[in-house]
């Protein structure tokens, strides 16, 4: 088995391919070990010394790591614990286990068809560009025209994530989208 690796814009995430299909729909993120009980691989990447995050998506794993450890130290025990979860047959995640399948639900009332608008960019412009960099960003609300993004994954603690959402998808919703005024991330 082959599991190539793909720096991401946050030095501390690194995005790891293993040629096999990780996740068949949707995304997980475990932002810490205690939320990783749904995923025997979550829970087999938190036991290398240094990782503190894990995200899945369809082809990928990303693995943040925390400032203590270099990369040189910790990247050939996390391409072990991948290589040895895909070699055993273990699921990634446990009968039942939820994954995202995006948006978190909105009672958009009045605003529904901005809402189903805001929704659609994402999924057509925004998601697939920040899965390129390992990570994910999902709608959480809609208020006045301020729209709510969770970010995940690589995305996470990015230290280019506020440029991201102020240049790049603020800039683009507003554009297509009137009544946007401006997009602001929230914490899960």
């Known amino acids: 088995m082959f599991i190539q690796t793909e720096s991401t814009p946050n030095p501390a995430t690194l995005k790891f391919l293993p040629g096999l299909t990780v996740l068949d729909m949707g995304t997980a993120d475990f932002p810490s070990a205690e939320a990783a009980s749904a995923s025997p691989l979550a829970q087999r990447l938190f036991g290398v010394d240094g990782v503190c995050g894990v995200f899945f998506g369809n082809d990928f794993v990303t693995v943040t790591k925390t400032d203590a450890v270099d990369w040189d130290h910790v990247k050939p025990a996390i391409l072990g614990a991948i290589m040895e979860h895909f070699q055993s047959g273990a699921p990634v995640m446990n009968d039942g286990a939820a994954q995202a399948g995006g948006h978190a639900d909105h009672d958009a009332g009045e605003d529904s068809e901005i809402v189903g608008q805001i929704k659609e960019l994402l999924d057509s412009r925004v998601r697939p560009a920040v899965a390129q960099d390992g990570g994910d960003i999902t709608f959480h609300g ?39 005024t401006e997009v602001r991330p929230v914490a899960v």
């Open 142 to 180: 809609f208020d006045r025209g301020v729209v709510y993004l969770h970010m995940q994954g690589a995305c996470a603690g990015c230290p280019s994530s506020t440029l991201t959402l102020k240049m790049g998808i603020e800039n683009l919703l507003r554009h297509y989208i009137p009544e946007v």
